[in-house]
């Protein structure tokens, strides 16, 4: 029925000795294998999950149906930010789960979701709009030649897209108009629909489609009826992907489009950080500690700025009070409009029972709102515990969002990030994502992307956003989950944003004892940077380099390594000559699965993403960490200085601390350098019977004496 069969058929049934992970990495490895299809419902360990997800993403598609309100599990937005970040493409239905294989083989054509839509229905048309728009996507904005040329097959007050052509158009007409259309750089795709008629022959127009040259284009259409729609259909077959109704085609170009975004998070160079800060983490650590030691598990409003402060994320300035008359005193103080809001662990939103005064112009009307606060706390929430009164000087909004963003629990992911409209009425609202940790820049500014609020952040004229500052906000967060265990909710609401940049005016913070000697980064699906691998060397020549894991934002400094190297090297280092690394090439060293694989950079001063690379090593493990495969490749003006010494006993030691049995690689036999560092390291050398230019290296950790070379 679908055209394709399996190669292999699996059932974990409770998955005790095999698990999804399991099945993800030995499918990924098969070459036979040209898309995997999961339906699931749970997922026992997310971070091998993660791991093994993602690197079979990268090879070939992965496609999942999950109900949407399975018991006893996260939020679902949860499992749909697991699985973007992953890079798989989630359908909703089963029909849908099959269709995917073929249509997803239009993804390399599609680079973005403008759609120009062709019909001979405008009602079709119509609702296929609606559908469009419900997927985020955008109708194409024909370039000026398009449309002139479209000007013969229209009626002069015809809308340009979606594009009528009228219900007696014939292949002819559909042939021209799908030519332009393809032609124009402003589309990335084109759904041509072609309702019955007794006009024309449809399925003459389904053989214009076949007939038209090959195209950088996505075409996709929709040919309804159970006669001649049925025929053209199966006309069309495997070579364009056809349904009957323009809904589901439209569906299908827009879960290419999120199947190429999903893919993009595997790859695309995010940028540099706009600004270098560093967490006081001792300070963050002080606060976490004095409120477990209390006995609480909340962090009074101040205690929560001060956490916000301790990570550089810009907050109001905030003083507390005992007492109304206490409040009086520091609005005198102040001597400018105040905010005035009471404090209570037991109250999540003080707005609701009166708690938060506004421009407050008196030391007077502060004492006298205190009181009225006070008296009112203790009618409607008798049982709330009072803790004081928080002042802050009026800020001006000047035209700034609110917004909400902070830390909230995602099961067995570990805690996750949301971003959204912020507000009273936040929840009411609903306008919010999630993210896994750790992020960067980039799946920084995806979480943003996948709001409503969003577009108006980008894209007003008259209210600007500072867009960097909002991403690295959301950076620090991830940081704050990265290194402190305790964190176990974070609330930051309003979180203002304006063309300036950011300001936190409330927050709150739920604390959770850690376990005594557990990392704060086990909770997390994704391992973090390892930055217990940073270290500073010293070179013969008195140079000092930092030595530390890689970042996606280096990928722009190997392509400069690279480009220093001379093509021998090159051709040493990848088997071929080559002049440059391919993005893809290049992403898949930078962009790594610390908890799989490891990359270590020799690098000068400054940020990743502007400070030069001067070596690097890779190394990858397999799933079980029984083997591991080394790379090395250092730059030419460094030759002589022992840095590729340094690499390779570093990469040896990172791969005994892993447990990892081996350590193997494969050299050129006139690569004599690598060969004597190889036998020097205390490397086996074996050759190849089948390449006699070719050495097989190969590293027993458990065998290897510890002060080889």
Not at 72 to 96: I, K, M, N, Y
Not at 174 to 197: E, F, M, N, R, W
Not at 645 to 660: E, T
Request: net charge neutral.
């Amino acid at each position: 029925h679908y055209s394709f069969g399996f190669s292999h058929l699996v059932h974990l049934g409770d998955g005790l000795d095999i698990d999804l992970a399991d099945i993800l990495d030995y499918l990924a490895g098969d070459y036979r294998v040209r898309a995997i299809l999961l339906y699931l419902e749970n997922i026992g360990d997310a971070r091998k999950f993660m791991s093994a997800a993602r690197r079979a993403a990268r090879v070939k598609p992965v496609i999942i149906l999950k109900p949407r309100r399975f018991p006893d599990q996260p939020d679902d937005a949860v499992f749909a930010a697991a699985f973007r970040r992953a890079g798989l493409l989630r359908v909703d239905t089963s029909d849908e789960l099959f269709q995917m294989v073929e249509v997803l083989k239009a993804a390399k054509l599609v680079n973005n979701d403008r759609l120009a839509i062709l019909s001979n229905s405008s009602s079709m048309s119509l609702m296929a709009t609606d559908v469009l728009y419900d997927f985020g996507g955008r109708l194409a904005q024909f370039s000026e030649a398009t449309q002139q040329g479209l000007e013969t097959l229209l009626e002069p007050s015809a809308q340009p897209n979606p594009l009528d052509v009228g219900d007696q158009a014939n292949e002819k007409a559909y042939g021209q108009a799908l030519d332009l259309l393809l032609a124009d750089p402003g589309v990335d795709g084109v759904l041509v629909i072609k309702t019955p008629s007794a006009f024309t022959d449809t399925t003459a127009v389904a053989d214009t489609l076949l007939q038209r040259p090959t195209t950088n284009r996505c075409v996709i259409a929709s040919f309804p009826g159970p006669q001649t729609g049925a025929e053209a259909r199966r006309r069309l077959g495997r070579k364009i992907p056809t349904y009957e109704t323009a809904g589901d085609a439209v569906q299908a170009f827009m879960r290419i489009v999120q199947y190429k975004r999903n893919q993009s998070l595997l790859m695309e160079t995010p940028p540099s950080l706009p600004e270098e800060f560093t967490a006081d983490i001792p300070m963050a650590k002080a606060v976490i500690a004095q409120a477990l030691a209390g006995g609480r598990r909340l962090l009074n409003e101040h205690e929560a700025l001060q956490l916000l402060s301790a990570y550089a994320i810009p907050v109001a300035e905030t003083l507390t009070a005992k007492s109304p008359y206490e409040a009086r005193q520091l609005a005198a103080r102040l001597n400018q409009a105040v905010t005035l809001k009471i404090l209570s662990p037991d109250i999540a939103n003080k707005s609701q029972i009166g708690g938060v005064a506004r421009y407050l112009n008196t030391p007077e009307a502060v004492q006298q709102t205190a009181t009225a606060m006070l008296m009112r706390l203790r009618t409607v929430a008798p049982a709330a515990r009072f803790e004081g009164f928080v002042l802050q000087p009026m800020l001006p909004r000047d035209g700034s969002y609110e917004l909400t963003l902070g830390v909230r629990a995602g099961g067995g992911f570990g805690p996750v990030i949301y971003f959204g409209q912020g507000g009273t009425e936040a929840e009411t609202i609903n306008d919010f994502t999630y993210g896994l940790p750790p992020i960067n820049m980039h799946l920084a500014r995806e979480i943003m992307a996948q709001t409503r609020i969003y577009k108006r952040l980008r894209y007003s004229l008259l209210r600007r956003a500072d867009l960097k500052a909002l991403a690295l906000t959301l950076v620090k967060i991830s940081q704050m989950v990265v290194d402190l265990a305790e964190l176990a909710e974070l609330h930051i609401n309003p979180l203002w944003v304006n063309e300036d940049g950011v300001v936190a005016l409330d927050a709150r913070v739920h604390l959770t004892p850690a376990d005594a000697g557990a990392a704060p980064a086990q909770r997390l699906a994704i391992r973090p940077y390892p930055n217990e691998l940073e270290e500073s060397i010293t070179l013969p020549n008195d140079r000092k380099l930092l030595l530390r894991p890689v970042l996606p934002e280096d990928e722009p400094a190997l392509h400069a390594l690279v480009s220093r190297a001379s093509p021998e090297d090159l051709r040493r280092r990848f088997f071929q000559p080559i002049r440059e690394l391919s993005h893809e090439m290049a992403a898949g060293l930078t962009q790594i699965d610390y908890n799989r694989e490891i990359a270590l950079v020799a690098v000068g001063p400054g940020l990743p993403g502007k400070a030069v690379v001067y070596g690097i090593v890779n190394l990858s493990a397999d799933p079980n960490n029984d083997r591991a495969e080394y790379s090395i490749l250092v730059d030419r003006a460094l030759i002589g200085m022992r840095l590729g010494n340094l690499l390779m006993r570093r990469i040896i030691d990172y791969a005994r601390s892993r447990g990892i049995g081996e350590i193997y690689g494969e050299v050129l036999k006139e690569n004599t350098p690598m060969l004597q560092l190889n036998q020097a390291l205390g490397f086996s050398i074996q050759s190849d019977d089948d390449d006699p230019a070719l050495k097989h290296v190969i590293l027993k950790l458990h065998h290897i004496d510890s002060s080889a070379g």
